[in-house]
Structure formats: structure tokens, C-alpha cells
Nanobody, 121 residues
Framework: QVQVVESGGGLVQAGGSLRLSCAAS????????MGWYRQAPGKRRELVAR???????AYADFVKGRFTISRDNAKNTAYLQMNSLKPEDTAVYYC???????????????WGQGTQVTVSS
């Protein structure tokens, strides 16, 4: 079953904006952190932004000042507001959600299938 779903990708011109959404199933409880990653063709997947349960955040240097990550814990949803997009931002953007099971004392990480973001010159 798909438990994390990304949406909001598309084609935009350089300088434009997109807002990505990451919806984690409400069956996933106790989500500690959610993150956005991206992978361009022929390149490794890299961290874009991460947000913890207390809403503290971390960003890759190349998106600071342009991207903003946020979350709605009640909806198990994270967002990525992307402004001033550059052609170099073109990639498949993936979301993950991290949860901790007090019962099993294990951390579980759930990944979405990705959403394509294409920025034209």
C-alpha cells in the first residue's frame, strides 16, 4: 500500500514557483520528521529540506532563501514552497516520513513515489 503521496509538481519557467504537498497516511502514527529529497537524472538523491516534529527545520545550502518546508501534524502532511526556481532544480522530488514505534522500539521510514518538477530556461 502507498502510504506517502507527493503532489504539486509540474513545468514552470525559471523564476517561477511551485508548492509541493506530501500526504502521509493517517494510519502512520507518531511521525517524528518529514523530509523532501530530489533526484535528477544520472545523479544521487539529495536532501532538500527536513522538518522535525517540533517544526525545527534544516535546508540544503542551495535552496536556502528560496524554499520553505512546513507541516500540518493533524493532517500528517508536509509542504515545500519553492520560489525563484532555477533550471538546476529540475528533478523528481520525493517525500519521506519517519515514525517511531514505542511498541517495537524501531524507527520506520516511508517513502513516496515522487513528483516531477521541471524548470525551463
Amino acid at each position: 500500500q502507498v502510504q506517502v503521496v507527493e503532489s504539486g509538481g509540474g513545468l514552470v519557467q525559471a523564476g517561477g514557483s511551485l508548492r509541493l504537498s506530501c500526504a502521509a497516511s493517517r494510519s502512520i502514527s507518531s511521525i517524528n520528521a518529514m523530509g523532501w529529497y530530489r533526484q535528477a537524472p544520472g545523479k544521487r538523491r539529495e536532501l532538500v529540506a527536513r522538518i522535525n516534529a517540533d517544526t525545527s527545520t534544516a535546508y540544503a545550502d542551495f535552496v536556502k532563501g528560496r524554499f520553505t518546508i512546513s507541516r500540518d501534524n493533524a493532517k500528517n502532511t508536509a509542504y515545500l514552497q519553492m520560489n525563484s526556481l532555477k533550471p538546476e532544480d529540475t528533478a523528481v522530488y520525493y517525500c519521506n516520513a519517519e515514525s517511531f514505534s514505542s511498541y517495537s522500539q524501531q524507527i520506520y521510514v516511508y517513502w513516496g513515489q515522487g513528483t516531477q518538477v521541471t524548470v525551463s530556461s
